[in-house]
């Protein structure tokens, strides 16, 4: 099953000093690199956050697939949050599909939405992505039962569904997901026109009426760093040992 990806990595760092956290080296590579590498199968990706990454996106680009489009944009206001940077990710995807001569590049029907903090975002993305094109291909199943906002009676519309992978502890993990494009262009709509809009929301919220199909993968780890000891228990070293060359 095709899909498009949005990699959300533009947040202020602000547990790790303001660190751009997609450029910290784990493992040999940056954390963006992992999420791209992760994401390579999809036709495009777009990522979200600032110039600053934008030579590690030329960097996987070299090696990407042929025809396989990147693209980096940010969402307005900077730091809008996650949900915001998923809808500038989506217009930036949109952009070019239609009416473009000679060949208007196609919009997927998946679309990935990967966080870009994660140590090993292999396996959760092949996992949810596996899972979400198994699905995607029969016809919406009725669930008895829907997460979040929906759930709390704010909204019942079913826009179509999203994977969302469950921890070990029960926690959805939005920000490793596939959503039906469609679905997510309508959440996007729908979010936007009411309102405060979607500056400073949740991911949660944006999908609050999408269909939230929860999915348990197997030994997928879902570490992600968001502090100096998270980043410590990786094994990603912190500036001032990098200045000192440890
Ligand atoms: N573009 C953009 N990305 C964001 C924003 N806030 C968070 N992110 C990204 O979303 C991902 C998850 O953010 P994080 O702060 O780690 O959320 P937490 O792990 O749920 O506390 C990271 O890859 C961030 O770079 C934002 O305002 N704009
Ligand atoms: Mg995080």
Redesign the pocket.
């Known amino acids: 099953m095709k899909f498009d990806a949005i990699?959300?990595?533009?947040?202020?760092?602000s547990?790790l000093g303001g660190r751009d956290?997609?450029l910290l080296a784990h493992g040999g590579s940056t954390?963006l690199e992992h999420?791209l590498r992760a994401a390579s199968s999809a036709n495009r990706i777009a990522v979200?956050?600032p110039t600053e990454l934008n030579p590690v996106i030329s960097d996987y680009a070299q090696g990407a697939a042929a025809g396989q489009i990147l693209t980096l944009t940010?969402?307005y206001p900077?730091?809008?949050?996650?949900a915001?940077?998923v809808a500038?990710g989506l217009h930036s995807l949109g952009e070019g599909t239609a009416g473009e001569v000679p060949a208007p590049v196609e919009q997927a029907p998946l679309t990935l939405i990967l966080?870009?903090?994660?140590i090993d975002p292999g396996p959760v993305v092949e996992g949810i992505v596996a899972h979400a094109g198994d699905q995607a291909v029969g016809p919406v199943a009725p669930t008895p039962a829907t997460e979040g906002i929906e759930a709390q009676g704010l909204g019942q519309v079913d826009f179509g569904r999203a994977w969302v992978p469950v921890d070990a502890d029960g926690r959805l993990q939005p920000?490793s997901c596939v959503v039906e494009t469609g679905a997510l262009v309508q959440a996007v709509e729908s979010a936007t026109s009411q309102g405060q809009g979607l500056a400073n929301s949740s991911m949660m919220r944006l999908l609050a009426k999408v269909q939230i199909v929860r999915v348990s993968l197997d030994g997928v780890d879902y570490t992600?760093?968001?502090t100096w000891e998270d980043a410590d228990r990786a094994g990603i070293s912190r500036p001032s040992d990098e200045a000192r060359g440890r």
């Not at 990699?7 to 760092?13: C, H, M, Q, W």
């Not at 900077?78 to 996650?82: D, S, V």
């Not at 966080?115 to 994660?118: C, F, P, Q, S, V």
Request: hydrophobic share 55%.
């Open positions: 990699i959300v990595a533009g947040g202020r760092g547990r956290k997609p954390l999420a979200v956050g940010r969402e900077a730091f809008a949050g996650p915001a940077a500038a966080a870009a903090d994660l920000l992600d760093v968001d």
